[in-house]
C-alpha cells in the first residue's frame, strides 16, 4: 500500500516482505560468488597471517588515522593523561629530593614561622607543592598552560627548569600529533565520495549499432570534483596456457563517456559506456551469462580533487553478472525548465526496455542481419518544460 503512494520505494517493500518469510531452501539457491569490491566501494579483502606487525608501528601517524574513532579518542585521552601522570610524578620527586615536602608539612602545622618560609629563609624549587596531588596539578597547569598563581618554580633548582623546557616540547608534539589526527579523521577523503552515486544496476544494449555496457554516475553536491576521471576493470578467475590459476585477474576495459577520454565534467549525472568489440573482456557475453553463478564483477573507480578542500577523494563500486540488465537503458533525468537544467534523482537508476539482441558481440559482429530484424527505438532527448504564465490584468 505505502509502495503504490510513492512513500517507500517498491523494491523496498519487496525485500523486506523476502526477509521475514524464513525460507532457507531459497537462500542456498540463492548463493552468490563473493564480492571484490562493495557496492558502497569497500573492499572485501581479510588480511591474515601478518607476521611482521612491527611494520605498522614504523608509521604511527598512519596507525592512529586508520584506528576507529573509540580507539582514537581512548589513546588521545591516555597520551595526556600519561604525559600529566608522568611529569607529576617527576615534580614530585624534585620537590622531595630539596625537601619542599617536609617545609610544607612544617608550614601547615606551625603558620606563624613566615608567611614565604621557615625561619631560615627556605626558597623551594616549586611552591604550594606539599603532596601528589599538588605535583600532579601542577603538571597540567605546565603542559596546557593554564595557571592560576598558586604555584610556580622559582629559580632555586636548575633541574626544575629543565624539566619545566621538556614538558612544554613533549606537551607541544603530542599536541601535533594528536590534533592532526583528529584533523585528518574528520577530513578523510571518503567522506566526500559518499555524495558521488553510481547507479544500482548496469545495462547492455544497443548504441550506435553496437552493444555497449552503461552505468550512470552523478554527484548530489554543488561543489565540484575536479579532473575527475573514471575506469573500470573485469574482476574474474582466470588461468594460463601453464596452468597457472589466477583467483583474481584484473583486466582494464576501455571505456567511453560523452565529453571523451577517461575526464569527465560531472556537472549533472552522465551515462559512462563500454563498447563491447573484439577487444573487451566482455565480447563473449550474453544473456545467458548473466545469472548470481557467473564469475564476473566489473569494478567501477572514480578520482578527481575537492573544489573544496583540494583532497583527492576516490569512489567505487562494482556489478556482479547479476546486477547487469540486459536489453535495458537509462530514463532521461534532465529537464530544461524557466531558463535552467534541473536534474531528477528520483528517476537516477530507473530503465526502460529496448530492442537489443539477445546475442553475444562477436555473433553480431559475425552475422550483420541481426540488426535487420531489430526494430528502431525512439530517441531519447532532454525534457523541456515550459510554464504558462496568466496575465496578472487585462486591458478592457
Given amino acids: 500500500m505505502l509502495s503504490r503512494k510513492g512513500i517507500i520505494p ?3 517493500v519487496l525485500t523486506r516482505l523476502a526477509e521475514d518469510v524464513p ?4 537462500y542456498r539457491a540463492r548463493e552468490r560468488r563473493a564480492r571484490f569490491v562493495g557496492k558502497n566501494g569497500a573492499y572485501n579483502v581479510a588480511h591474515k597471517n601478518i607476521r ?3 611494520r605498522f608501528l614504523q608509521d604511527v601517524f598512519t596507525t592512529l588515522v586508520d584506528l576507529k574513532w573509540p580507539h582514537t579518542l581512548l589513546i588521545f585521552t591516555m597520551s595526556f593523561l600519561c604525559s600529566w601522570l608522568l ?4 615534580w614530585w620527586l624534585i620537590a622531595f629530593a630539596h625537601g619542599d615536602l617536609d617545609h610544607s608539612t612544617r608550614l601547615q602545622r606551625d603558620p606563624g614561622e613566615g608567611t614565604m618560609g621557615a625561619p631560615d629563609n627556605f626558597v623551594p624549587c616549586v611552591t604550594s607543592i606539599h603532596s601528589f596531588t599538588s605535583a600532579f596539578l601542577f603538571s597540567i597547569e605546565v603542559q596546557v598552560t593554564i ?3 598558586g604555584r610556580m618554580v622559582t629559580e632555586e633548582c636548575p633541574a626544575a627548569i629543565l624539566v619545566l623546557i621538556v614538558q612544554n616540547i613533549v606537551g607541544l608534539v603530542i599536541n601535533a600529533i594528536m590534533l592532526g589526527c583528529i584533523f585528518m579523521k574528520t577530513s578523510q577523503a571518503h567522506r566526500r565520495a559518499e555524495t558521488l552515486i553510481f547507479s544500482k544496476h548496469a545495462v547492455i544494449a544497443l548504441r550506435e549499432g553496437k552493444l555497449c555496457f552503461m552505468l550512470r554516475v552523478g554527484d548530489l553536491r554543488k561543489s565540484m570534483i575536479i579532473s575527475a576521471t573514471i575506469r573500470m576493470q573485469v574482476v574474474k578467475k582466470t588461468a594460463s ?10 583486466i582494464d576495459i576501455q571505456m567511453e563517456n560523452p565529453v571523451g577520454g577517461n575526464s569527465i565534467f560531472l556537472v549533472s549525472p552522465l551515462i559512462i559506456y563500454h563498447v563491447i568489440d573484439k577487444n573487451s573482456p566482455l565480447y563473449d557475453i550474453s544473456p545467458m551469462n548473466l545469472h548470481h553463478h557467473e564469475d564476473l564483477e566489473i569494478i567501477v573507480i572514480l578520482e578527481g580533487v575537492v573544489e573544496t578542500t583540494g583532497i583527492t577523494t576516490q ?12 536489453g535495458q537503458r537509462f530514463v532521461p533525468i534532465v529537464a530544461e525548465e524557466d531558463g535552467r537544467y534541473s536534474v531528477d534523482y528520483s528517476k537516477f537508476g ?10 553475444t558481440a562477436r555473433q553480431l559482429e559475425e552475422d550483420k542481419s541481426i540488426m535487420d530484424t531489430m526494430p528502431l527505438s525512439p530517441k531519447c532527448t532532454i525534457k523541456k518544460r515550459s510554464v504558462k504564465l496568466k496575465p496578472k490584468f487585462t486591458i478592457s
Fill in 10 to 12: 517498491e523494491e523496498y
Fill in 147 to 149: 595557571g592560576f598563581g
Fill in 241 to 250: 596456457l601453464e596452468g597457472e590459476v589466477v583467483p583474481l585477474n584484473q
Fill in 315 to 326: 569512489a567505487r563500486t562494482s556489478y556482479l553478472a547479476d546486477e547487469i540488465l540486459w
Fill in 350 to 359: 530507473n530503465t526502460v526496455k529496448v530492442p537489443t539482441p539477445s546475442c
Fill in 23 to 26: 525460507d532457507h531452501t531459497r
Fill in 52 to 54: 611482521e606487525q612491527g
Fill in 87 to 90: 611529569f607529576g610524578m617527576v
